[in-house]
Nanobody
């Protein structure tokens, strides 16, 4: 079992920056992918960015060039650096961990990001 704890609740003006972090309760050697999803009111949850154990990243088109996902050396913390934020980035952001072989996945509790003037 793995618990994920997100941090970085934020309110920022358009054009501002915010950093979200997600820390897993333990480190692990198994191949995995850590992701950030978001869900705005009245909308479906969508994938924002993901990063594999090997450091390969993918981004949603809506955040390319503005958001950067990274993970630490011990692979148990993933960070989402968000720049040039827009009101449409307002959502609850969730961290997700998926193990490649087993397919087991775990979610964080979510953290609110509000972009407004």
């Amino acid at each position: 079992q793995v618990q994920l704890a997100e941090s970085g609740v934020g309110f920022v003006q358009p054009g501002g920056s915010l950093r979200l972090s997600c820390d897993a309760s333990r480190s692990f050697l198994s191949s995995n992918t850590m992701c950030w999803y978001r869900q705005a009111p009245g909308k479906e949850r969508e994938l924002v960015a993901d990063i594999s154990t090997g450091g390969i990243t993918h981004y949603a088109d809506s955040v390319k060039g503005r958001f950067t996902i990274s993970r630490d050396t011990f692979k148990k913390t993933v960070t989402l650096q968000m720049n040039s934020l827009k009101p449409e980035d307002t959502a609850v952001y969730y961290c997700k961990l998926t193990f490649t072989l087993s397919g087991s996945s775990y979610w964080g509790q979510g953290t609110q990001v509000t972009v407004s003037s």
